[in-house]
């Protein structure tokens, strides 16, 4: 049966994998992002800023109308900006705290009311490891995913009784335009990954299809690492 | 739109969100404890009654809200 699926962030790396996932299941899959590029599988795209709450409303309430009520959303859109934080400035603080947290609230709550009233869905949040490890020069990113995890909690619990359930994945260290410029810290990283290297945006996938299948029905508020071992224990 | 006509709509919204018999819809009748509403449930009706009748509730406004009549005079007064 033909989900109908609201994928951000979805023009490339692990959003362009998560939509791709869910167009091989045979999910009517919408991708956002900035671009308003998407996998060419989706039935549909749409421009959004995430961080303007109604550019969020109006493609979700588009998407809505097009295809009846959201069933899966993968909330993935997501920047960073590192820095060491005595040099951070308020604007690199600023961009990701909308992109990657106020952004998640507008997506979550815009696809919610349709959920609630259909009394299904499945809200899946794609946050980090790096607030569980603590990661340098990444103040705004880690205080952004860890509060991810905040909202999806809360979340959970105010739609748990229409069973919608609501989690987060954490990937570790994964390979894409994101992670490509990363530096020596980079090569650091690698080293600590128990299974000895990077993922990829597909490793990251499956567990977001996992998680918005039956078999994770009785899943909700987890947060869900995959990374390698790279937070093992945390 | 007359008081009679507004309560119709009214009561429709809250049959369907509720899922409750339309005799049970009286002025008096209290959401949570004669209609077995909970918060969500309420948030529903409140967002089917805002595109019913095309107004907006401020989330003030909804705290005094606990029976059916409450919530009728706060929507027919937006009319």
Redesign the interface.
Known sequence: MSRHVIVTGASRGIGAAIAQHFIDLGDNVVGMSRSGTAPAGCVRSFAVDVSNSASVNEAVKASIEELGPVEVCVVNAGVTRDGLAMRMTDEQWREVMATDLDGAFYTARATM?SM??NRQGSIIFIGSISPFIGVPGQANYGAAKAGLVGLARSLAQ??A??SITVNVVAPGLIETDMTSDLGPSKDQMMALIPMGRIGQPSDIAGVVGFLASNHARYITGAVIASDGGLALGH | MDRNEAFAKLTDNVVEVLAVEPSTVTMEANFFDDLGA?S?DL??LV?ALEETFNVEVGEEELKDISTVGAAFELIYAKL
């Open positions: 009311a609630v009233r105010e739609v009784s229409r | 909970d969500l948030v529903e967002m």
